[in-house]
């Protein structure tokens, strides 16, 4: 398990960093500023993070959003030497919180939960939209369309942003009833109001929640109606 630990504090950081050597976690790295963990974690793909909500300059729970749009798998535990965020922090997607001065007991019953989660199915988007971000169930979307380096989502709450591939996106949404018919579009089959036939054989299609209207590509209209056709 790779392990970040973010907190202005030196005694802090080096008294988890032995609570966690203690546990016998090694791969362990910890940095003092919001700057310096999210350029670490554009080059590393850490499992766990610490993060402490109050540093100089820095909002803990601001950049807990930054990690988590980077990376949608990073686990992420508060800590705190109060618990008046907790809440905050859960809405985040945060798996765990850690009122300071806390246990080695305390700190191991949050990995465990980590670890819990890990194995289970877990398929949440964290997408963005201006300032602001969404929590988006694959139920919640209609239809993925890819845009350069990232994704856009169309939800009911509108359009977001997504920094992955469309191709990533397609292998977490295997098990759900997404149907790639274009290079550039994932549609929710289960959101589908109406399909038409167009020009070269390809398909429109309108869906429940929204008035969009996307096109297939040739070859996506004829993958569709083998996968649809009985």
Same mark, same amino acid.
């Given at each position: 398990?790779?392990?970040?630990?973010?907190d202005?504090e030196?005694l802090?950081?080096?008294?988890l960093?032995?609570?966690?050597?203690?546990?016998?976690?090694?791969?362990? #790295?910890?940095v003092?500023?919001?700057?310096?963990?999210?350029k670490?974690?554009s080059e590393?793909?850490?499992?766990?993070?610490? =993060?402490?909500i109050?540093?100089?300059k820095?909002?803990?729970?601001?950049?807990?959003?930054?990690?988590?749009y980077?990376?949608?798998?990073?686990a992420?535990?508060? &800590?705190?030497?109060?618990?008046?965020?907790?809440?905050?922090?859960?809405?985040i997607?945060?798996?765990g919180?850690?009122?300071?001065? +806390? #246990?080695?007991? &305390? =700190?191991?019953?949050?990995?465990?939960?980590? !670890?819990?989660?890990?194995?289970?199915?877990?398929?949440?988007?964290? *997408?963005?939209?201006?300032e602001n971000? @969404?929590?988006?169930?694959p139920?919640?979307?209609?239809?993925i /369309?890819?845009d350069?380096?990232?994704v856009? $989502?169309?939800?009911a709450?509108?359009?977001?942003? @997504?920094?992955?591939k $469309?191709?990533?996106i397609?292998? !977490?949404?295997?098990g759900?009833n997404f149907?790639?018919?274009?290079?550039?579009?994932?549609?929710?089959?289960?959101?589908i109001k109406?399909?038409?036939?167009?020009e070269q *054989? /390809?398909?429109r +299609?309108?869906?429940?929640?929204?008035?969009?209207? $996307?096109e *297939? *590509?040739k070859?996506?209209?004829?993958?569709?109606r083998?996968?649809?056709?009985?």
């Open positions: 398990m790779k392990i970040l630990i973010v202005d030196e802090a950081r080096k008294r960093l032995r609570m966690l050597n203690t546990l016998g976690y090694e791969d362990i #790295s910890d003092d500023n919001a700057e310096d963990a999210l670490l974690c590393v793909a850490f499992d766990l993070v610490f =993060l402490d109050n540093m100089p820095t909002n803990g729970l601001e950049l807990g959003y930054e990690l988590k980077m990376n949608q798998n990073i992420i535990i508060y &800590q705190s030497a109060y618990d008046e965020h907790a809440l905050k922090a859960y809405d997607g945060a798996v919180y850690l009122v300071k001065p +806390f #246990s080695i007991e &305390q =700190l191991k019953s949050n990995i465990e939960r980590v !670890k819990s989660l890990a194995t289970t199915e877990r398929t949440v988007f964290m *997408s963005k939209t201006g971000y @969404l929590l988006l169930k139920e919640e979307i209609y239809y /369309k890819a350069l380096s990232e856009t $989502i169309r939800s709450s509108g359009f977001s942003y @997504l920094g992955e $469309i191709s990533d397609q292998k !977490k949404l295997a759900y149907f790639r018919i274009h290079r550039s579009y994932l549609i929710n089959v289960d959101e109406n399909i038409t036939t167009i *054989s /390809k398909l +299609f309108s869906f429940k929640h929204c008035n969009d209207e $996307i *297939s *590509s070859d996506g209209a004829k993958a569709f083998e996968a649809f056709n009985s």
